[in-house]
């Protein structure tokens, strides 16, 4: 709405050229249809970045979920490999052989 009013108050406000001094309709026409084109326009840009911001808080949900997953799995990679030498060590010190 802002845009709209600073356009239409710029338009009333510049100088009319010679050739449209008669066709002032003409000139507030056309100004209607600048003022609906850049409406129309930042409408279109307000649903995009809507869209992209609802596109993001998504990302954004995916990406911690992921995270989280992977710190679990670094976790239990960790307990597994501490599971392993400690198989090995028991092992060793029995004379049997490991396979793994």
Do not use: H, W
Request: hydrophobic fraction near 35%.
């Amino acid at each position: 709405e802002k845009l709209e009013q600073d356009l239409s108050q710029s338009s009333l406000n510049s100088p009319t050229p010679l050739y449209l001094d008669s066709s002032n309709d003409l000139q507030k026409r056309d100004t209607a249809a600048m003022i609906q084109i850049v409406c129309s326009q930042r409408d279109r840009f307000a649903s995009r970045v809507n869209e992209m911001e609802t596109k993001l808080t998504t990302l954004n949900q995916q990406q911690n979920l992921l995270m989280e997953e992977n710190k679990s799995l670094k976790m239990d990679n960790v307990k597994l490999y501490e599971k392993i030498k400690y198989l090995e060590r028991f092992a060793t010190k029995r004379g049997l052989e490991v396979i793994f």
